[in-house]
């Protein structure tokens, strides 16, 4: 799936701003017709989650309801026109000018119409009914009890439409899709390009690949709908977290000799593998340092917020991380384009939260899940940043769940044969899916849910688990989570649970342990930043207090720590 773009062929706007909102708290919008237009609304914004927008109805979780009116640009009538949501949480069911376009369900990841046939010049009136609900056939499940809203995973279940809602038009018969996927032989780069075209009618394909005293330019016969072809690059710039190069790859399509379409990726060349014990980049050992870490902020929820992703990137590099997984759902594609841009490794995780293997639903849970994961993986596969998949978080496996994922695993592998996959384990050696995943990953909180307050001990009980998955897998290990809540400004002599000094100590000597251990080859800590949870017993003012930053991005007391010992810096 193409971003959208701007040039002399394609264009798009941004239908994001006010639009108007209307609960559905009594569930009778379908029956009132509302699908045709509704008042008594109220303006809110697009996007960002509704939750914390408002005074009240913040545990609501649909259905909901958004309408808002649009033209059509000029000179945007001899071409296709499509409508683009980028994440809308859980499902969406969508409205154009009173006629049903359809329904996409599962947050996170974008979705699209075309509305060619449905436009009108002026006053198009677009509606989305919104029911983010949580329901045990659904993925991620709901819930338990013990939290209000019920959820079954521990972060707040946010709803709305979360990123930007594009209109954009493409010509009729031009690119479809574009995968990019890039190997190394000595200096040689390879850059293989697969072409998908509309129509495949006497068209030629020019390619041009410029940056780093390169400029490539090829001419392809279209024999085919798809067609794939290879450069090289001599001397190729690599790709990596020190030096993330990247190069401009422009298609052009041509149709009787005059270009008619065109589009432009930023690539980097590099490839990542596993060798025995060790993770490598470009054929060097790679360790990754940094955070899972969410989407979260006040008032815009999980919406798009722009200002935060450039924060959050900059506090990463600050502390000295290099790394970080999209737990536990993908994140917004600008996200993914500065991770390119700035050199950081992306462990990039589908929605899959919290999978309970149930006899009932394991069949719609499979049916979704290998949706989520070709979704995503049309999405990102050009992003040199993402060098793993993660086909779900802390699943409760069973003796059902290794054919499950085995059968994940194949996707994958037949999608996108050129990354690793993973899961994140939280129930021990016995998750027999890690007999065939690339990397073992583990979440794990020893002297916090475990054996409270005993940190030393803890680190024992640590320490002899991962050498307990190394005997039985002998694959690299990535300790996936680990972390302590830490109300900030609160502090112990000596250290105890929820106090700054207990966190600095906690990550500490975890840290200490993950780094006497060659075949451990990645630490992320939970949480990067504090975040918004459901309410419940253990979750003081529904927040989890395991980042080393706050909700609002400032730093506790490990933060500093970490940067001293993830940079060697003396301050």
């Known amino acids: 799936m193409l971003y959208p773009q701007r040039n002399k062929y394609r264009q798009y706007i941004d239908l994001s701003g006010i639009w108007d909102f209307r609960f559905d708290t009594k569930n009778e919008g379908l029956k009132e017709n509302w699908q045709s237009g509704f008042d008594k609304s109220q303006p809110i914004a697009v996007p960002a989650s509704w939750n914390d927008q408002f005074a009240d109805n913040r545990d609501f979780l649909g259905p909901a309801w958004y309408q808002t009116y649009f ?9 296709k ?7 809308v949480n859980y499902i969406a069911d969508v409205w154009l000018n009173g006629d049903q376009l359809g329904q996409h369900e599962g947050g996170h990841i974008p979705f699209e119409f075309d509305i060619t046939s449905k436009l009108k010049a002026y006053n198009n009136h677009l509606i989305m009914r919104v029911d983010g609900d949580l329901a045990d056939d659904r993925v991620p499940p709901g819930g338990r009890p013990m939290f209000y809203p019920a959820t079954n995973f521990d972060f707040f279940p946010y709803c709305g439409i979360h990123r930007l809602v594009l209109l954009y038009s493409v010509p009729n018969d031009g690119i479809e899709d574009l995968t990019i996927r890039t190997f190394i032989e000595g200096n040689m780069g390879k850059v293989q390009i697969i072409l998908e075209c509309v129509e495949k009618s006497s068209l030629t394909a020019n390619i041009d690949l410029k940056g780093h005293g390169v400029d490539l330019s090829e001419t392809m016969i279209m024999e085919d709908k798809t067609t794939e072809f290879t450069i090289e690059v001599p001397n190729a710039a690599l790709w990596d977290t020190e030096h993330p190069n990247l190069y401009n790859l422009t298609v052009e399509l041509l149709k009787n ?3 008619f379409d065109s589009y432009r990726l930023k690539i980097g060349i590099r490839t990542i593998e596993v060798s025995g014990d060790q993770l490598l980049l470009n054929g060097k050992p790679i360790e990754l340092i940094g955070f899972a870490k969410h989407i979260d902020f006040p008032i815009t929820g999980r919406g798009y917020n722009p200002a935060v992703i450039i ?11 290099n790394s970080f997984r999209t737990s536990h759902y993908p994140y917004s594609e600008q996200m993914m384009d500065l991770a390119d841009q700035l050199g950081f490794l992306v462990i990039d995780e589908t929605p899959a939260v919290g999978l309970t293997f149930h006899k009932h ?3 719609r ?3 979704l899940c290998k949706q989520y994961t070709r979704e995503l993986i049309a999405r990102d596969k050009n992003h040199p940043s993402v060098i793993m998949w993660s086909l779900a978080n802390e699943p409760h496996s069973s003796t059902k769940s290794k054919e499950f994922f085995r059968e994940l695993y194949d996707l994958s592998k037949e999608t996108d044969p050129t990354r690793l996959v993973t899961i994140i384990n939280m129930q021990g050696v016995r998750d027999r899916a890690f007999e065939f995943l690339d990397i073992v990953c583990m979440n794990r909180y020893y002297a916090w849910y475990i ?7 803890g680190c024992v009980g640590l320490s002899n688990e991962i050498d307990r998955f190394y005997q039985k897998y002998s694959k690299p290990i990535i300790i996936a989570e680990f972390g302590a809540d830490t109300i900030p400004g609160w502090h112990s002599q000596p250290p105890e649970m929820f106090s700054e000094e207990y966190q600095v100590e906690f990550l500490k000597k975890y840290i200490e342990v993950i780094n006497n251990k060659p075949y451990v080859i990645g630490q992320h800590i939970w949480n990067m930043c504090d ?10 003012g529904a927040y989890n207090y395991k980042g080393v930053f706050t909700r609002d991005r400032r730093p506790k007391m490990a933060a500093h720590m970490l940067r001293r010992l993830w940079t060697k810096s003396s301050e």
């Open 361 to 363: 639903h394991i069949t």
């Open 71 to 79: 033209d059509l640009p000029w000179g945007w009538t001899d071409q």
């Open 311 to 321: 924060k959050d990137y900059s506090l990463m590099k600050w502390i000295g991380a």
């Open 365 to 367: 849970h499979l049916e």
């Open 451 to 457: 054996g409270p307050g005993q940190i030393d001990e």
């Open 81 to 87: 026109v499509i409508l683009r949501f980028g994440s």
């Open 257 to 259: 000799d005059v270009v």
């Open 531 to 540: 975040f918004k949870t459901p309410q419940g017993i253990h979750r003081v």
